[in-house]
């Protein structure tokens, strides 16, 4: 058994900063480098939205909402990606989650107060 563990959410003032952090273990560390990495966030009663995405070899996606603002990596020899977030809105505030293939972390509550 494998699991993808969230860290580094928390409560921050609007224009604040944050860094998630997603490790895989188990079964899943042994395929963290050969797939995407995405990190989603939802509110209750939304659907789970698409944040950024790494790939592979390192290529990036972002939503058209967090482009300039947010930042993700990932770090291959620990098998963990990262979402830096800058200039943080109360927008942002949701339940962040990493997704890797068919697995999903348990989530990372971030709350931006105005």
């Known amino acids: 058994q494998g699991q993808l563990v969230e860290s580094g959410g928390g409560l921050v003032q609007a224009g604040g900063s944050l860094t998630l952090a997603c490790t895989a273990s188990?079964?899943?560390?042994?395929?963290?480098?050969?797939?995407?990495v995405g990190w989603y966030r939802q509110n209750a009663g939304k659907q789970r939205e698409l944040v950024a995405t790494v790939g592979v070899g390192g290529n990036t996606y972002y939503a058209d909402s967090v482009k300039g603002r947010f930042t993700i990596s990932r770090d291959n020899a620990v098998s963990t990606a990262y979402l830096q977030m800058i200039k943080l809105e109360p927008e942002d505030t949701a339940v962040y989650y990493c997704?890797?293939?068919?697995?999903w972390g348990q989530g990372t509550q971030v709350t931006v107060s105005s």
């Open positions: 997704n890797l293939w068919k697995h």
């Open positions: 188990g079964s899943i560390e042994r395929i963290f480098n050969i797939n995407v």
